[in-house]
Antibody
Framework: QLRLQESGPGLVKPSETLSLTCSVS??????????WGWIRQPPGKGLEWIGS???????YYTPSLKSRVTISVDTSKNQFSLRLSSVTAADTAVFYC??????????????WGQGTLVTVSS | QSVLTQPPSVSGAPGQRVTISCTGS?????????VHWYQHLPGTAPKLLIY???NRPSGVPDRFSGSKSGTSASLAITGLQAEDEADYYC????????????FGGGTKLTVL
């Protein structure tokens, strides 16, 4: 059974960089053609796609965050990561990692992590 | 404001049928982009409910169905059950100049 688990600091100071890692078990990132993505949900709001990455490192980001986001993959650890720079309180959200069920970042997301709350505050 | 518009809330009594709409435009649903639906209970991982407009993943009851027409899509739930009370989101792709993966704003389903 495929499982995804987010990890990282739950509190980040304004202007600093948010860093999260998604550990994948039950499937090998390097042996699949799937894309892997990050999605967030601010408190009281809806889901927002942040970006996605392929096993080979091809990335796609939502335009509104593109200048601040970097998603990378470490196939040796079967993990992929998110970095969001220059954060503000508006970046406070529950962050989810998920798998796209296909070889495109527009495919449906069939497996999700439980999510991790990141609060931006001094 | 989301590019895909959903009603903020819908409600129905147990056993009834409800529908949730997802209205887009000619740069996303109307352009042929597929629509997917998720069920989300607070504090849990979103669950894929419908993919590629009208397909159910294994394990999803046939009480849930999806459809798409023109620039809109819909999720229908029949035989409403208390456990269906959750937030529902549609998901698609917008091929405008700022090409983007997009979610609807979400709909809170209340089972009366």
């Amino acid at each position: 059974q495929l499982r995804l688990q987010e990890s990282g600091p739950g509190l980040v100071k304004p202007s600093e960089t948010l860093s999260l890692t998604c550990s994948v078990s039950g499937d090998s990132i390097s042996s699949s053609t799937n894309y892997w993505g990050w999605i967030r949900q601010p408190p009281g709001k809806g889901l927002e796609w942040i970006g996605s990455i392929s096993y080979s490192g091809s990335t796609y980001y939502t335009p509104s965050l593109k200048s601040r986001v970097t998603i990378s993959v470490d196939t040796s650890k079967n993990q992929f990561s998110l970095r969001l720079s220059s954060v503000t309180a508006a970046d406070t959200a529950v962050f989810y990692c998920a798998r796209h069920n296909g070889d495109s970042y527009v495919d449906q997301l069939d497996y999700w992590g439980q999510g991790t709350l990141v609060t931006v505050s001094s | 404001q989301s590019v895909l518009t959903q009603p903020p809330s819908v409600s129905g009594a147990p056993g009834q049928r409800v529908t949730i709409s997802c209205t887009g435009s000619n740069s996303n649903i109307g352009a042929g982009s597929d629509v997917h639906w998720y069920q989300h209970l607070p504090g849990t991982a979103p669950k894929l409910l419908i993919y590629v407009n009208n397909n159910r993943p294994s394990g999803v009851p046939d009480r849930f169905s999806g459809s798409k027409s023109g620039t809109s899509a819909s999720l229908a739930i029949t035989g409403l059950q208390a456990e269906d009370e959750a937030d529902y989101y549609c998901h698609s792709y917008d091929s405008s100049l700022s090409a983007d993966v997009i979610f609807g704003g979400g709909t809170k389903l209340t089972v009366l």
